[in-house]
């Protein structure tokens, strides 16, 4: 008798602590870390409580970034041109795009000759 492989489903075996990717781990633990800046100073005035939820908004924020992607809304151009890329891809080249100076894209259409 042969050996034969089986499929299985190997979706998701490379997260960390089960919800996590590398990257979503990288952004959640950068952001919280910006966060913890606040819970400090918020701690120093007596709102420990608010530097807490502080750093949780930063960290669930940090996450969403590294997690999600742009849906493709056609109602929105925005949206139309930057559909079903991740979000902190749109959000580098938009910081690239700013710090290299002005530019101006031009989409021209092709033009389609009538016969």
């Known amino acids: 008798m ?3 492989n089986l499929p299985r489903n190997v979706k998701g075996e490379g997260r ?3 919800i996590f990717t590398g990257k979503s781990m990288i952004y959640t633990v950068v952001a919280g870390g910006i966060g913890l800046i ?4 918020l701690s120093a ?4 409580m608010a530097g807490i939820i502080t ?12 997690t999600l992607k742009m849906p493709n809304l056609e109602k929105f151009e925005f949206a139309k041109k ?4 991740n979000i902190d891809d749109i ?3 938009a910081i690239k795009f ?4 002005k530019k101006i894209y031009i989409y021209k259409e092709e033009e389609k000759n009538a016969k």
């Open 2 to 4: 042969g050996t034969y």
């Open 16 to 18: 960390i602590l089960f």
């Open 38 to 41: 606040f819970y400090f100073i």
């Open 45 to 48: 005035f007596g709102f420990g």
């Open 55 to 66: 750093v949780a908004c930063f960290a669930l924020i940090g996450f969403l970034i590294g």
């Open 82 to 85: 930057t559909g079903g890329e």
């Open 91 to 93: 959000i580098k080249r």
């Open 98 to 101: 700013k710090t290299k100076g």
